[in-house]
């Protein structure tokens, strides 16, 4: 790595002087647990589906990781969910818990992250029971059974929710799609790594980075024109001769060193494969998101330079 006020490489990789710009989020992390890993990767692909953007989907939301140290000894999954406001929180939650968790057989769900301020999910889905629901305090908890007919779903009443971020990003700028998108793998499993954080998009990767507006007014976002290899001809292209595909990694996480650190392994290990040419950043100037995740300063462990504008 080289180390300048204006230039920095890793691995012959140069990384533009830029940075990532971030949102202020509210997240809730749950544990499923279920019999067998076969009904819980069922759990899991369910509750998480079609949540990779708050603009189109309400939730941002992927697993943060499996763990065999569960309440009830079975095997788990703690999963994460990023939403704008409390209310879609609390909507989300009880939409995924009861149409995805609670439908899918054998699973429990507790609550992963304790808060001043809760949501009273379980309280909610509870009347699924008709009636025959019924509850149990332990060690201070609330938990609700709810007789289903392939047994019983058992659900802790409250989850909490707590600040996050989301939005933490890079771009990998690469000679070839296939390039591009081995980086783009080695990246999503150094990542894969660190709890507390997800990549919400397919396989942990968007190919349709996006601006804010459109040229059509009833639009609030389109593709990303600067980035575009196939038009570079035809806008004001930021795409560098010999880069032909270029792939975003966006990632939501608990607190910004840990969206510090997944960006800086993330980026470290695309920069390891050979024909990647460039790494850059998602920003639209520094107006629309307050946390700003400087390349440079990440990459040179100076993580406390990253600033909240």
């Known amino acids: 790595m080289v180390d300048s006020s204006s230039f920095c490489e890793v691995n012959g990789v140069v990384i533009e002087d830029t940075f990532a710009e971030a949102f202020p989020m509210v997240y809730s992390r749950l544990l499923v647990t279920a019999d067998d890993e076969w009904w819980l990767k069922a759990a899991c692909d369910a509750s998480v589906g079609f949540a990779t953007s708050v603009i189109g989907c309400g939730v941002e939301a992927g697993v943060e990781y499996k763990t065999n140290d569960t309440p009830d000894g079975r095997p788990g999954a703690y999963l994460l969910f990023f939403t704008q406001s409390k209310k879609q929180m609390e909507d989300q939650m009880v939409n995924r818990i009861g149409q995805a968790l609670m439908t899918c057989p054998t699973t429990a ?34 938990y609700w059974r709810i007789p289903v007919m392939e047994g019983e779903f058992v659900l802790e009443e409250s989850f909490g929710r707590l600040d996050g971020i989301g939005g933490g990003n890079f771009l990998i700028l690469a000679e070839s799609s296939v390039a591009a998108l081995k980086a783009a793998k080695a ?31 009833f639009l609030k976002a389109s593709t990303n024109t600067e980035f575009c290899p196939t038009i570079r001809r035809q806008v004001n292209s930021l795409v560098p001769d010999g880069v032909n595909s270029i792939v975003e990694i966006v990632l939501d996480g608990v607190d910004v060193e840990t969206v510090s650190k997944a960006m800086k392994v993330g980026i470290e290990a695309a920069c390891k494969v050979d024909s990647v040419e460039k790494i850059s950043a998602g920003n639209y100037g520094g107006d629309l998101g307050p946390f700003h995740f400087r390349l440079h300063d990440l990459l040179l462990g100076k993580a406390s330079r990253v600033t909240k504008a």
């Open 109 to 142: 769900v507790f609550n992963a992250v304790e808060s001043e301020e809760v949501m009273d999910i379980g309280s909610s889905i509870r009347y699924f029971g008709d009636g025959f629901q019924s509850s149990k305090v332990i060690e201070g908890k609330r």
């Open 187 to 217: 990246s999503v499993s150094a990542i894969d790594k660190i709890p507390g954080v997800i990549m919400p998009f397919p396989g942990g990767v968007v190919r349709s980075g996006s601006k804010v507006g459109s040229k059509y007014s």
